[in-house]
């Protein structure tokens, strides 16, 4: 089986699996259990892992907030600013494009009151900064604009989006679930005020993220969504998943280049445009994408390829979240093509472990098949 579904989830890294597996048996103990031994090396790695996720993004280690994922670090973040803020609007502004776990939590903020403003983007996907400026007003609170898209791998220029949305006194939140690992991120340099991420995306285990909440320039407040104990700061009670977190530390530590990932997404890409030359179309070409994403629409169905190539072939045809739901790409379709197109457009994103040989047993499954 050849898998080209990394931006779905990776493999834990053997280094991230030897990290973790002394805290499910020997070092077992609670990291809130402060009277004995277990318990303070189970809190002693939580923060060694704090540490290493919070030197990846560039910020101070007690603004990392351990989540279950970037889905609950998302609603978190979204619905913590809506409740906190409302005495000065209930104004959010967000991205069609956006991961639907953004999406959703919009919608259901919509039925609280809430005002969301949904940014279109161009055919390359990305925002029209003109457009960003004057959708703020006097009430928005909060500004949610992902750092790179899991679908086509576009990335926007989170810089600038920061910068309009603290001229209008507003909170920035990105989601930066595909970036982390795949790109350097900065938080200070970026102005990001709220972040997430999540470990199953970087070769660390499933059930584990994080939330990045800035805690100077601006200082940032939320709402609790989970009570119970007053872990994490009081912010998101719960006794914390010591194995899951060590994996994320670990995988967060071990980060390394992408250059040859994006050698062979590129290798891809071109195989694919010389062989069936206009009758394809890469989605994002023009604007500057992840090493590994290639979003592409072909001259016949995605789920005749999938098909025909299920036991060899592991490739999406979007987000995984959203795999079961018979209904075209949101993110394409908002980037202009058509239910057709979307409908023959298939992702591939690669990973650490793709190989030269793969993507060519790729080409020549697809050639194959048509």
């Not at 992902?146 to 990335?155: C, F, H, I, R, S």
């Not at 601006?218 to 872990?231: K, S, T, Y």
């Not at 891809?268 to 592409?296: C, F, P, V």
Request: glycine share 6%; charged share 20%; proline share 2%.
């Amino acid at each position: 089986m050849i898998y080209l579904d990394y931006n779905a989830t990776t493999p834990v890294d053997e280094q991230v699996l030897q990290t973790m597996l002394p805290y499910f048996s020997e070092k077992f103990g609670n990291a809130a259990s402060s009277t004995h031994l277990l318990g303070a090396q189970a809190k002693d790695a939580v923060e060694i892992a704090r540490h290493h996720v919070a030197n990846t993004i560039h910020c101070e280690a007690q603004e990392i907030i351990f989540t279950s994922g970037s889905t609950e670090a998302i609603n978190h973040a979204i619905k913590g600013v809506f409740q906190l803020y409302q005495h000065k609007g209930k104004h959010i502004v967000t991205v069609k494009t956006e991961h639907k776990a953004v999406i959703d939590t919009c919608k259901y903020l919509e039925k609280k009151c809430a005002t969301i403003t949904y940014l279109n983007v161009d055919k390359d996907g990305l925002i029209d900064l003109d457009e960003l400026d004057k959708a703020i007003s006097h009430e928005t609170i909060l500004v949610c604009v992902m750092y790179a898209n899991n679908e086509t791998g576009v990335v926007q220029d989170i810089k600038k989006i920061a910068q309009i949305t603290h001229q209008k006194n507003s909170i920035f939140f990105c989601d930066a679930t595909q970036a982390i690992g795949k790109m350097p991120i900065n938080v200070q340099a970026d102005g990001i005020d709220l972040m997430c991420l999540s470990a199953h995306k970087m070769y660390g285990p499933k059930g584990i993220g994080a939330l990045f909440v800035r805690r100077k320039n601006p200082r940032v407040a939320l709402e609790p969504l989970l009570h119970g104990g007053g872990h994490e700061r009081g912010w998101r009670s719960g006794t914390l998943n010591v194995p899951a977190i060590v994996g994320l530390g670990k995988a967060c530590d071990i980060i390394g280049e992408n250059k040859f990932i994006e050698k062979l997404r590129d290798e891809l890409e071109d195989a694919l445009l010389a062989h069936y030359q206009d009758k394809i179309n890469i989605n994002g070409k023009h604007a500057i994408r992840l090493a590994n994403t290639s979003n592409i629409t072909f001259p016949f169905k995605a789920v005749d390829l999938i098909r025909q190539t299920k036991s060899l072939l592991s490739i999406a045809t979007g987000s995984a979240c959203t795999s079961a739901e018979n209904t075209p790409s949101h993110v394409l379709t908002a980037m202009g093509l058509s239910r057709e197109q979307a409908e023959k457009s298939i992702r591939f994103s690669l990973g650490k472990y793709t190989t030269e040989t793969e993507i060519q047993t790729v080409l020549t499954l697809i050639k194959q098949a048509f």
